[in-house]
């Protein structure tokens, strides 16, 4: 009773997520290991009668709900509002306060037009927070989707009688009833299974379906299995048998609800920030880390700038013109509005906003579905990609894939369960082999001892009609590949079944009895010698199955005996298959002209049927499936690892099965050492705790296969590589990966197959389920942060010249250049185009050879600030030059603000030496934005590579002579004049653009050795091993190289070879020393290579794959052209 008691408390009072995950799990294991009788007891229930409906509300009472919490969704409205605590915003919010309060007290206070800055950054703010609001406000919810898994009703016994009631009401101690099609309710321990097995695949990934029995097992050496084999899980499908079960865990406790808990966080997604708002800060996106650190910098800088402005024009007494009797400290909260305007990039969130949404459509195009605007460029910096294989990978379809049948091997070609795509070929020719005798008869009698159906059914959500099994997945390749070879899907109606064994974890095969008739089995099968009124088939384990033949099927459709010696060679055969991590079962069969038992004993029962059914059994062949890799996933990986991308794989799966797949898709390269290289997660938890940071961070940083993982072990990886400054990427489509996905950096959720559960914790899903499109989208998010950056020193750069032309004008004492709507008007209208162009900017051919960045790198770097300072003087020059010669021009050759100010008439005068500066700043502007689509390239450079900057610039035309022009608009609330500068006024403002254009290209010589010698600085010691390439030239490298044909391997080329620190040295293999270079190239023509200058030996091959595994990691590392040669 105390045990019980200290368990409940366990349960009821989690201290903390990871606490209560841990206590729970150590419940759940007790759970399974307990006898029936004694868990009855501790749950105070009977497992005949199940709980009295009074006993059952007082533990609905003390427990809630069986339902899992969900934090509350932020409307709208609060997203619309967390949108406005930006520090940028709340900045511009300040200024736009400040202009109306400022006017409102002063002599215009009458008049609207004296509100319009106020307004106009306003309505920026607004439109930037509604756009941004918008995007978030369509974002599901994980947790919602894990509630709607569960069915509305579940059967129990209450009282002694079985009863329908709603899953929500499920209490611990209520005894279940389970059926197929049933989903589970809660967890639950089994104490009774007749052939029952579930889909575990939301909870561990894995497709096959999971035997239970209701039995209590003695441990055993080996692995221990992920889930217990007695228990039932909540969420998952029943699909085969029967069963009867104590409910254990129901809600947040369930194996379901701790999955629940890690998407929500240790604080169940109820976090506030300073302001009241939900706290996301924890789930930031590199992007938004940066420009919040850029935000509070230039906020900062900006407030700074506008009191040391506002201190020294106060000093000078500088008064309004228009009001001289006003104070001077008025005046110049004016002028700090003007540079607060001039200095804070408004632009910057609105373009940011805009950038990400278009890279969001763009990327629908490429089959990847965003869900969080800031995640569009996160994959773009991702440096290593953590995937499920399950679904991700692999097909996540068992599919036949090679079979031996009457002494011959096929391979069995085709993916997934459409029959209407593949065939089977003889391996030996390759000859069609679909009306061979022994293939007919392998296929058909496997078909016999089947239960699946496949048929076609239309997807729901895509509405186009795809292939679907029903029943087990085991046996869903056997029935695809029967459809292959010609037979129909209601072939088993021709043969009768008499008797059916089900498939057990003891008997490890299942048995059918099928009345046949004719001479033979079907139409090209097997031939029966004798008269044949049954035949009884075996399906199983070959080891099994192989031990009960005495005989075997030739080719010739004759039986032979099964000596020892041919055990063993098909066993053999079993191990080829096994290594490859495919799945064999073995057929066998027995014609019989009688039954061997009297159908009409009612005593006989199945046990000794089965053993009267399976004496002198005919081995009829083999059957290997595996669930394949996806087509294009081998090549993503390998272009991901040429991006620089580190791919990882976690799974559920055992270890062997997870190498096997790991080779097929490049995850493992022959270079690799598998015993590091992949890795069982039990050494990640030893001792059922998870080891030290420092030592999971160091087996992480290598570590490229994880195997048997937990939901929590996946979570675990992500954080250690996150702590090692890494971008992490998650790819997966179960329930299982949820957390992971949630966690990183960047979840990737698939679409097609992914539980809306995956979807909902993750930031993007690709609506393909191809882990192909994942690199498109590294190359996209690439792009798509390089234009920002872009835009962003555009923008800056312009802010920059904005506050150093009216520094320039208060210190001086010149009439400031522009008011503050003319300021806006400048970068919210003539500049944002141009800089939605850059954000737009198409990514250099070469963006997939260079590094990921890093994690904390700034959005702007160092140089760029100096590139950008750089820029801004050189417009400011320009500009103030022309407006001082401008203000010469229109003034009668004055030129301070006092004299000016004495002039008749002055308020026109000066207006018509602004709108030139105007006119020129915008001319110089648009010029800025061809020359800012590189920071190191000149700007002919494809001048015209970027179609939206052809649009930017006409618009920005536009709006410029529309500003200048339109009589109301122009003078009346801009205050420029473009009819009345005449000629001579747009000759000069010409000076602007010419003038800009040679010093800001002059400016790229400094700029582009900052950017190569910044490159530099990225180079590891490690990597700066000392590197002699011995070559001609790249070029003729690659000529050497595309002759690979054996018979033109003749000429000899040089060798790349690097030597390492100290007296370690990497020198050719033995036996090499006049190796072509084309030997040198990695890929799965590597062994045909060797063989064609005489090296043709499997470990002469071995060392070739080593050598250039070597060769392109270090080539890698120093040279561009090196890598795309290798």
Not at 100 to 111: E, F, H, M, Q, R
Not at 411 to 424: I, N, R
Request: glycine share 8%.
């Amino acid at each position: 009773e105390e045990r019980s008691s200290d368990r409940e408390t366990l349960l009821i009072e989690p201290s903390s997520t990871e606490a209560a995950m841990a206590e729970n799990a150590e419940k759940q294991k007790q759970d399974s290991e307990l006898p029936i009788d004694e868990l009855s007891k501790v749950y105070q229930t009977d497992i005949v009668n199940g709980l009295t409906s009074s006993k059952a509300a007082e533990i609905l009472k003390r427990d809630g709900l069986n339902e899992l919490e969900k934090p509350p969704k932020p409307t709208l409205l609060m997203l619309f509002a967390m949108q406005l605590t930006s520090f940028i915003i709340v900045l511009l919010i300040c200024a736009a306060c400040a202009s109306v309060g400022v006017n409102a007290s002063g002599p215009s206070a009458a008049d609207p037009l004296s509100y319009t800055t106020g307004v106009a950054i306003g309505i920026i703010v607004l439109i930037n927070a509604g756009i941004a609001a918008w995007t978030e406000h369509k974002a599901g919810d994980a947790l919602e989707a894990l509630s709607q898994m569960q069915q509305e009703n579940a059967n129990v016994v209450r009282d002694g009688r079985e009863s329908s009631i709603p899953v929500s009401q499920v209490v611990r101690g209520d005894v279940v009833v389970l059926g197929v099609g049933d989903v589970m309710p809660a967890d639950t321990r089994l104490f009774e299974a007749s052939d029952f097995k579930v889909s575990e695949m939301a909870l561990t990934g894995e497709p096959d379906d999971v035997a239970k029995t209701a039995k209590l097992k003695k441990k055993e050496g080996g692995e221990e299995k992920l889930l217990p084999e007695n228990m039932a899980f909540s969420s998952c499908n029943v699909t085969n048998g029967a069963g009867r079960g104590i409910v254990t865990d129901t809600g947040m406790t369930t194996r379901i609800g701790r999955i629940a808990q890690l998407i929500a966080g240790e604080d169940g997604g109820k976090k506030t920030n300073m302001c009241g708002f939900p706290d996301t800060s924890a789930n930031q996106t590199p992007l938004q880390k940066n420009l919040e650190k850029l935000g509070a910098r230039i906020g900062i800088l900006a407030i700074v700038i506008c009191i040391f402005i506002f201190i020294i024009g106060w000093a000078a007494d500088r008064r309004d013109p228009n009001n001289k009797e006003s104070a001077a400290w008025l005046y110049m909260i004016l002028v700090s509005v003007t540079l607060a305007v001039a200095a804070i990039p408004e632009g910057i969130p609105l373009c940011v906003t805009i950038s990400l949404s278009l890279g969001c459509a763009d990327m629908v195009h490429e089959h990847v579905l965003v869900r969080k605007l800031a995640a569009v460029e996160t994959l773009g910096s991702a440096s290593v990609i953590c995937s499920d294989k399950t679904g991700t990978l692999t097909e996540g379809k068992m599919t036949m894939v090679g079979m031996w049948a009457a002494g011959k091997t096929y391979t069995v070609t085709g993916k997934g369960f459409d029959p209407e795509v593949g065939g089977v070929q003889r391996a030996d020719n390759n000859a069609d082999g679909k009306n061979d005798m022994g293939v007919r008869t392998n296929l058909l009698a496997a078909m016999l001892c089947s239960n699946t159906k496949l048929m076609k059914v239309k997807n729901e959500d895509t509405g186009e009609m795809e292939w679907k099994h029903k029943g087990n997945s085991s046996e869903a390749p056997i029935v695809v590949a029967a459809r292959k070879i010609g037979f129909s899907e209601h072939i088993t109606d021709e043969y009768p079944r008499v008797l059916e064994v089900p498939f057990s974890s003891s008997r490890k095969m299942m048995l059918t009895v099928s009345e046949v008739g004719g001479a033979a089995l079907c139409q090209g099968g097997m031939p029966f010698t004798e008269p044949t009124k049954y035949l009884a088939v075996c399906k199983g384990a070959p080891n099994y199955i192989v031990d009960l033949c005495s005989e075997t099927l030739n080719e010739n459709g004759e039986a032979e005996p099964l000596t020892d010696e041919a055990k063993k060679d098909i066993l053999k055969i079993v191990d080829g298959y096994s290594t490859r991590a495919l799945r064999v079962l073995a057929v066998a069969a027995r014609p019989m002209a009688e039954l061997p038992y009297d159908p009409a004993d009612e005593d006989i029962n199945t046990d000794q049927k089965f053993a009267a059914c399976r004496q002198n059994l005919r081995l009829i062949g083999l059957v290997a499936s595996i669930d394949p890799d996806r087509d294009g996933v081998p090549e993503s990986v390998l272009a991901a690892r040429g991006a620089g991308i580190r791919v990882v794989m976690i799974t559920g799966d055992y270890l062997l099965t997870a190498k096997a797949i790991a080779k097929n898709v490049n995850i493992l390269q022959p270079t690799d050492d598998e015993d590091t290289a992949a890795v069982d997660c039990v050494c990640l938890r030893p001792n059922g705790d998870y080891i030290d940071k420092s030592e999971m961070d160091q087996l992480t940083k290598s570590v490229r296969v994880f195997a048997r993982a937990k939901p929590e072990d996946k979570l675990e990886i992500v954080k250690s590589i996150q702590r090692q400054g890494q971008v992490s990427a998650m790819t997966g489509d179960g329930v299982n990966d949820a957390p992971a996905l949630n966690q990183a950096d960047i979840g990737v959720a698939m679409g097609i197959q992914g539980t809306q559960v995956a979807k909902g914790a993750s930031d993007m899903v690709l609506t393909d389920d191809n882990f192909c499109s994942i690199v498109k989208a590294v190359e996209k998010g690439r792009a798509i942060y390089s234009g920002i950056q872009k835009f962003v020193a555009f923008i800056m750069s312009v802010h920059i010249a904005e506050v150093m032309q009216i520094f320039v004008c208060i210190v001086v004492g010149i009439p400031v250049m522009r008011t503050p709507l003319q300021i806006l008007f400048l970068i919210l209208v003539t500049d944002l185009p141009p800089s939605i162009a850059l954000g737009m900017e198409p990514g250099e051919s070469d963006i997939l050879n260079q590094k990921p960045r890093p994690k904390e790198e700034p959005i702007v770097l160092n140089w760029m600030w100096l590139a950008m300072v750089m820029n801004g003087a050189i417009l400011s020059i320009v500009i103030v030059g022309i407006y001082i010669i401008s203000l010469s021009h229109f003034c009668d050759g004055e030129f301070l603000q006092a004299r000016i100010y004495e002039l008749d008439g002055f308020e026109t005068k000066l207006s018509c030496a602004q709108t030139v500066a105007f006119i020129a700043l915008v001319w110089a502007e648009n010029i800025r934005a061809y020359i800012s689509r590189s920071f190191t390239r000149p700007m002919w450079h494809d001048i015209l590579g970027n179609k939206h900057m052809q649009k930017a610039i006409v618009m920005a035309q536009i709006c410029l002579y529309v500003a200048v022009l339109t009589p109301g608009f122009s003078d009346l609330i801009l205050g420029l004049r473009g009819v009345e500068v005449g000629i001579w006024g747009w000759a000069v403002a010409l000076l602007g653009p010419f003038g800009t254009f040679v010093l800001s290209e002059a400016a790229k010589l400094i700029s582009k050795w900052q950017a190569d010698k910044y490159q530099q600085s990225l180079v590891t010691e490690d990597e700066k091993l000392p590197v002699r390439v011995v070559k001609p030239k790249v070029q003729e490298m690659k000529e050497d190289v595309s002759s690979v044909l054996p018979n033109k391997l003749g000429k000899k080329g040089e060798v790349v070879y690097a030597s390492g620190d100290k007296n370690e040295q990497m020198e050719k293999p033995k036996g090499f020393d006049d190796m072509p270079l084309a030997a040198a190239i990695p890929g799965k023509r590597q062994q045909n290579l060797a063989a064609g200058f005489g090296a043709g030996t499997e470990q002469a091959a071995k060392k070739l794959r080593a050598f250039a595994g070597r060769m392109y990691t270090l080539a890698s590392k120093f040279d561009s052209n090196l890598t795309s040669f290798f």
